[in-house]
């Protein structure tokens, strides 16, 4: 319960932050000033449009399948929410560390598209349905890479623990049950000599142990700006040209959880590539000789110290990303449906296929 | 006629340049985002030189100076006002109304010289439908009525945005009026009286 409170709060509070990067973000990338008005830097406008949102009307349209119509937006959220409970926050903090965290998340996150089509299916209006159509049809094609990336980053690291993940991608590694005896080697290349298993830092992240998880890295977050509607694969909304997709009929407080869920989802992806690719919650900074920066920046397992060093890594690791994810939305234009298609099934799934087969070959053959 | 094919350049790594090129551009806008367009004259130096950084003022508080003669809000100096009619006669859009009341004796020069015999109990510009074409300032045998300035005037109640330029009150007006219709009915008096004495005679 507590994790679940806590999870809820960094959650909204991670989404409030974003939703006010995100403007003043565009506007600057635009030269423009974003909200000056709502408090220092308008930095209570976020904050005022959920009061505001609150206060709206709740419409259902009279002729809608209304179960399935309040029901919707709900699970939407519920999917995403529930995706976030095996993200490994700390060394030590893990609202919930199962076994099978990458399968769990990734069967979890998959609810969402349910949620679209009895969204789009229950406002009974030719275009949400359309737009619901549509989602569903880019998440559950971009989920066909982004699954892959994950899965060759799993058979890296011979795990589907989220937390084992992270271990293993800094000076820590050796700390986790059932790794004591674990070793990591520059680029994954025994042959090389070099064994970077106590120098951590960023030569024992994901993306350097095997390079060839950079490239699963990219096509991961290619397919998951897919995933979490983000322009340039932002077609089912597409507000400048349609009237909005699947949410065409929602008011109030419901848009605001599908926008909530949207936020979310941004979040989780970015969290996912960074404890996958990125060295989770360990810090950047390698051991060197004496000087010990990894294990200075990185706590005591157990400790507040490593909650705080943990946290800090992963947040603006992730930030990092959702900034990226941020400017992209301000750089390209939306793909057309058939380029979306065409990117993934014909340019990133073949990919990801390889680098599956590479990660495989690797494994056997460097580790 | 001969088709000349376009040459697209394409492949890969040309899509990876031009892409990241493309975040570069919004990342160097981004980076820019420390400089400010500050509100200066047009004939300041300083104008053309704030290539880059935010182009937008936080408007209430900021704005671009006007050009001395620019030409937005009517003013009409009603003491120079000879209420000759014009102004309302050439309005393409009517907006302004004008009723005049003539004066029992002359009631004093304008700016210009040009002798006063008419008050104006009404001289209304409804802003909200002026076009600011400007032809009534053109007209303006006096030049009293001018286009000034003042471009910020827009009011939450839409009556307001009708100017009543007039500097007579009500009861004034109706005063005048008042003497007006004596002065005409000792005229008609006199010319009465003027009449049976000629018939008489
Ligand atoms: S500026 Fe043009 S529209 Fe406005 S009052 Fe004068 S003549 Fe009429
Ligand atoms: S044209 Fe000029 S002088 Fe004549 S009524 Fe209009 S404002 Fe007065």
Redo the contacts with the bound molecule.
Sequence with gaps: MLAFVLTLVLLLGIVIVLAYAERKVAAFMQDRLGPTEAGPYGSLQAVLDVLKLLQKEDIVPAAADKNLFKLAPVLIFAAVFAGFAVIPFTPSLVPAGIGIGVFYLLAIISLDVVGLLMAGWGSNNKYAMLGAMRSVAQIVSYEVPAGLAILSAVMICQSLDFQEISYQQGALINQFPGQEYEMNWLFGIKALGINTTLVGGITTWNIFRAPLLLVSFVIYFIASLAESNRAPFDIPEAESELVAGFHVEYSGFRFAVLFLAEYSMMVLVSLVAVVLFLGSWNTPLPNIGPVSLAYWTSGTVGEWSSILWGGFWLLSKTFVLLFLQLQIRWTYPRLRVDQLMHLCWKVLTPLALAVVLGAGIWRLLMV | MEQKAIKHTSGFWFAIKSLLSGLALTWRHFRKARNRRTPEYVTDDNYFKQPDGLVTLTYPYEALPVPDNGRYRLH?E?D?????????KICPVNC?T?ESVKATEEIGTTSDGTKKRLY?PV?DIDLAQCCYCGL?TT???????TMTPVYDFAEVDIKNMVYHFTDLTPEQAEEKKQLLARQQEEMAAAKAVALAARKQG
Excluded at chain 2, 80 to 88: G, M, P, Y
Excluded at chain 2, 139 to 145: A, K, S, Y
Aim: charged share 15%; with cysteine.
């Design positions: 009409n009603i120079d006002c000879i209420v000759c009619d014009l102004c309302a302004i004008i104006a001289f009534c007209v303006c045998p006096t030049d009293c009525l």
